[in-house]
Each structure stands twice: as C-alpha cells, then as structure tokens.
C-alpha cells in the first residue's frame, strides 16, 4: 500500500551536486531553501560513506530549520540514520517494500521510474510515495540512454500519486512537463549551475504559479 502524501507537493525537487567540501554544500544549499524549495535530495555519488554521512547530517539540520523535506538518494540506513524525511530508490538500489518498513508510514519512498509505466505501477504498488520519469530532456548532470515523453507523463495519473519529472529540465520548458502532469520538476545544475541560484529557483516556482 501507497503512503499518501496529501495535499500533493507541487513545485521545486532540488537535488545536490557531488560537493566533497561539506561547508560549501551547505552555505550554497541554505539559501535556495530559504527561495523557496518544495524537496531536498541530497545526493553525492563521489563521496565515501563517512562524508555523506556526515553532508546527510547536516542538510537535515538545515532542512528541518527551513520546513524542507530532505529525501536521501539510494541509501535507506542513511535516511534512516540522519531522520531525513524519506529515500528515493533507483532500479538498483534496493526494495521499496523493505524501505517502507524500515522507515514507516510516514516516510517519502520514492521511485525512478525512468520511461517505464509498467515499472511505475509495480513501485505503486510497493509502497512508493511517488514515481520519478526521465530524462524528460537531455541531461548533463546524468547518463541516460532512457527518455521518458511528455504522453507518458500524462498517462501515469491514474496511478494516483505524485509524478516527478526529471531531465534537461528549465524555467523554459518546465511549463510543457507541469502541463503534461508532472507535480514537481527536479533539478540539479538548472539551479546549482545557475549564475543567480536563488533566481533560479525563483524562475522555477513562477511556472508552478503560472
């Protein structure tokens, strides 16, 4: 059975960059919540586990200050350990039942579900909170050779929980993902590579209120 997340989140999925220097992480991390971030995802696929431990640790300080979920990519002790607000699991990174019950009820278990419907309503079905689609568009920040459409997007409603979308995705093209159905758009070099950050996220929110 689904956790239900009610109302459903609508907005910014921010994700981290791999940043080995935890200071740095956070002092560019705080104000993009203060902008206006709807989820954190902290995600560092280049550190050991003694530093994601320690950037996990410390997002979740700043999330809780900021009123910010904080979902922790791939690893379900970690969100387990920090009391982040959720996991969100690749194809690989372990079972979406079995995260369900180590972290509760109430946790965030989200799923990428790349361009597979099939794979969305199995993950449903498991316990996920919400299912991810992409790349919507090409992508630097991840390798992909999968590219999930704008129909596909729309096709997922009857699932009944929130769909992320994410890939390539800007303040110019979010209108066409949020249109086709995605309830929240997530981003990682959109807004971290961004010459005004905090505008970034501006920029992104504005087409949640167009």
Known sequence: MKSAITPAPLGLYL???DDADTARLLSRTLPLLEAGVTWLQYRNKTADSALRHEQALALQALCLDAQVPLIINDEVDL????????????SEDGDI????????????????CYDDLQRAAAAVALGASYV???AIFATRSKA??????????????????PRV??????????????????DMVAVISGVYESPDPVAAVHAYRRCFQA
């Open 97 to 112: 039942a079995a995260a369900r019950a180590l972290l509760g009820a109430q946790a965030i278990v989200g799923a990428s």
């Open 144 to 161: 992909s050779t999968r590219q999930a459409t704008l129909e596909l997007l729309a096709q997922a409603a009857y699932l009944g929980v």
């Open 15 to 17: 994700i981290t960059p």
């Open 79 to 90: 969100a387990k350990a920090v009391g982040a607000a959720g996991v969100h699991l690749g």
């Open 165 to 182: 979308a994410i890939g390539g995705i800007t303040p110019d093209n979010a209108p066409a993902v949020i249109a086709a159905g995605a």
């Open 132 to 134: 991810a689609f992409g």
